[in-house]
């Protein structure tokens, strides 16, 4: 069953493993996620930026998630995946509202 909410996940992934991954390679440490969060939230103008906290032990299909409050990554991550979650934070609200992989995901994305 495909969400009706989130019509644009499988275009989204397609489009980051055809251009996103052949083109960066790098990983970052959990430990340094946060500072990244930080200085990119700060850049953008924002404050009060998410909390990264770590993936659950028990995740095992999941690689990272995020919502406005929380960046959830592997102790290891790609580094493109830490700006994917990034722009899930700041495209959606406190309540958890968001709007997926869709048109304002894919413009902060761009």
């Known amino acids: 069953m495909i969400d009706d909410r989130d019509r644009q996940r ?3 992934f397609a489009w980051e493993e055809r251009f996103i991954v052949p ?3 790098s990983t970052i440490e959990f430990a340094r996620a946060p500072g990244m969060v930080d200085a990119i939230w700060a850049e953008m103008g924002l404050r009060f930026p998410p ?3 770590p993936l659950p032990v028990q995740a095992r299909s999941t690689v990272a998630d995020a ?3 929380s960046i ?3 102790e ?3 580094s ?5 979650e990034l722009a899930h934070a700041m ?3 406190h309540d958890g509202n968001s709007d997926g992989h869709g048109p304002t995901l894919t413009l902060v994305a761009n």
Do not use: F, N, Q
């Open 10 to 12: 499988s275009k989204v």
């Open 67 to 69: 919502s406005r409050l």
């Open 76 to 78: 290891v991550s790609p």
């Open 80 to 84: 493109w995946y830490l700006l994917h």
């Open 91 to 93: 495209t959606s609200t």
């Open 23 to 25: 083109r960066d390679p």
């Open 72 to 74: 959830r990554l592997a």
């Open 51 to 53: 909390k990264v906290e």
